[in-house]
């Protein structure tokens, strides 16, 4: 059987409220996206720099995660 893997990004919370609900009833691994420099979720900031991110195609860079796909 194939193994399911969840992966996400969440600034506010909501999308891992879902990844968490949807984790057990599909029998998934679950593994969180974490930018090293996180936006700050409750400042209009976020929509400036978020914005200037995705007009200059910039990828933001990720903390290391540690899974490995054929396990």
């Not at 909501?14 to 968490?20: K, L, V």
Request: net charge positive; charged share 30%.
């Amino acid at each position: 059987m194939l193994k399911k893997l969840i992966v996400y990004y969440s600034l506010t919370g909501n999308t891992r409220f879902i990844a968490e609900t949807l984790k057990d009833p599909i029998e998934a691994d679950i593994l969180e996206l974490k930018p090293i420099k996180e936006l700050n979720a409750d400042s209009s900031s976020r929509f400036i720099w978020g914005g200037y991110q995705s007009t200059m195609k910039k990828k933001p860079k990720l903390m290391d995660f540690d899974i490995k796909p054929l396990e």
